[in-house]
């Protein structure tokens, strides 16, 4: 049984990465929660949040 106590501080996480502009590693605490809660109450809206995140990533490599 997976304890969703455990995925919680990646959202945490994730925004705190998000509010610094880090949006890499926010992708990867997203990617991180839904490891672990891969059908959580939150999960749906965390993968359609990880694509507006993954696309941010994206233009952002572009970019440089």
Known sequence: MRKPAVALPYLVLADVHGRRGEYARQLQN???????????????????????????????????
């Open 30 to 64: 997203l990617d991180a929660y839904l490891k672990l809660e891969p059908n959580g109450p939150a999960s749906k809206q965390v993968r359609g949040f990880r694509e507006v995140v993954q696309r941010i990533v994206f233009k952002t490599k572009v970019q440089e």
